[in-house]
Each structure stands twice: as structure tokens, then as C-alpha cells.
């Protein structure tokens, strides 16, 4: 199995950035297809960005494409999200995901581990 520990996440003006990492241990990292999801207050958990094993496919939700990246460094072990133009909207926790099988990204579960979840906020 893998174990996931989100980082970066913090509070933020409207328009400024931020990059969440996700540190991966156990399992070699390269076996996963990762994701991003969030949650705000009140709301179910959603899909915000996914990656490839190889990181040769990329996937996002259409409230953050142009917005943000999704990038893998397997020899780091690491998964990022480099989010701009940040809006109040973005404002949730988000939790990196890990997946072994199966072809689609986008439903929670299709993911096997999740991380303990970084807070943003992004004030007005």
C-alpha cells in the first residue's frame, strides 16, 4: 500500500497561487494513478485533477482547467498541484489520492488511498 501526506495548502488572496505537493511512501509511486479532489464546507468530496502513472495523460475539472497543473516527479516520489488566478470558490480541503486499477479518474472510488487533506482559502 501507499501512504499520502498532502502539503502547501494556506490562505490566500483572490488572483495569488499556491502548489500543493503529496509525498508518497510504500509502494513504488510510479504504480499509481494520482488525483486531486476537494471539499468545502458543506459539500461532497470532488474531483479536481488527475494524472497518469507515467504522467502522460492529464485530467481536470472544468473549474479549474487553465488554472491549474498537475505534475508527477516519481524519482521524488512527489504528486503537485500548481494552482493560479485562485477565486473564494477554490477555498476547500484538498486530498491527494492514489489508484491501482481501473481506466477512469474522475469518481472517488476509483481510489484506494487518500491523504489526510491540506486547507485552502482564498479570501476576497
Known amino acids: 500500500q501507499v501512504q499520502l501526506v498532502e502539503s502547501g495548502g494556506g490562505l490566500v488572496q483572490a488572483g495569488g497561487s499556491l502548489r500543493l505537493s503529496c509525498a508518497a511512501s510504500?509502494?513504488?509511486?510510479?504504480?499509481?494513478?494520482m488525483g486531486w479532489f476537494r471539499q468545502a464546507p458543506g459539500k461532497e468530496r470532488e474531483f479536481v485533477s488527475a494524472?497518469?502513472?507515467?504522467?502522460?495523460?492529464?485530467y481536470y475539472t472544468d473549474s479549474v482547467k487553465g488554472r491549474s497543473t498537475i505534475s508527477r516527479d516519481n524519482a521524488k516520489n512527489t504528486l503537485y498541484l500548481q494552482m493560479n488566478s485562485l477565486k473564494p470558490e477554490d477555498t476547500a480541503v484538498y486530498y491527494c489520492?492514489?489508484?491501482?486499477?481501473?481506466?477512469?479518474?474522475?469518481?472517488?472510488?476509483?481510489?484506494?488511498?487518500w491523504g489526510q487533506g491540506t486547507q485552502v482559502t482564498v479570501s476576497s
Open positions: 494524472i497518469s502513472r507515467t504522467g502522460s495523460r492529464t
Open positions: 489520492a492514489a489508484k491501482e486499477y481501473g481506466l477512469g479518474y474522475e469518481a472517488l472510488y476509483e481510489y484506494d488511498y
Open positions: 510504500g509502494r513504488t509511486f510510479s504504480l499509481y494513478g
